[in-house]
């Protein structure tokens, strides 16, 4: 992930999750600066939101790459590379 701020763009790491309080917490790092992100109860909806919209996002991913089977080939397509695997006859 990055943050965006006026004085620049910063790579953000999690490095870790608790519960503090009672609370969610999720240990980040941007740099060498440490920061916990305390979740309150007014943070769920947007929290539901975002998961709802980052599993919207691998669906849509999903199933634009998924193989497609055609024939006995399967493809998979991304960014303008296919994959193909051809399925063969079982050896007795």
Same mark, same amino acid.
């Given at each position: 992930?990055?943050?965006?701020?006026?004085?620049?763009?910063?790579?953000?790491?999690? %490095?870790?999750?608790?519960?503090?309080?009672?609370?969610?917490?999720?240990? %980040?790092?941007?740099?060498?600066?440490?920061?916990?992100? $305390?979740?309150?109860?007014?943070?769920?909806?947007?929290?539901?939101?975002? $998961?709802?919209?980052?599993?919207?996002?691998?669906?849509?991913?999903?199933?634009?790459?998924?193989?497609?089977?055609?024939?006995?080939?399967? %493809?998979?397509?991304?960014?303008?590379? =296919?994959?193909?695997?051809? =399925?063969?006859?079982?050896?007795?």
């Amino acid at each position: 992930m990055r943050v965006l701020s006026p004085v620049g763009t910063f790579p953000l790491r999690l %490095t870790g999750a608790h519960v503090k309080d009672r609370r969610p917490v999720v240990d %980040t790092a941007m740099g060498v600066w440490r920061s916990e992100v $305390i979740f309150e109860p007014s943070d769920l909806p947007l929290a539901v939101l975002a $998961i709802g919209l980052i599993a919207a996002a691998f669906a849509a991913v999903w199933r634009a790459t998924r193989p497609r089977a055609s024939s006995g080939v399967a %493809t998979w397509s991304l960014v303008g590379i =296919e994959i193909e695997a051809v =399925e063969r006859p079982a050896q007795d």
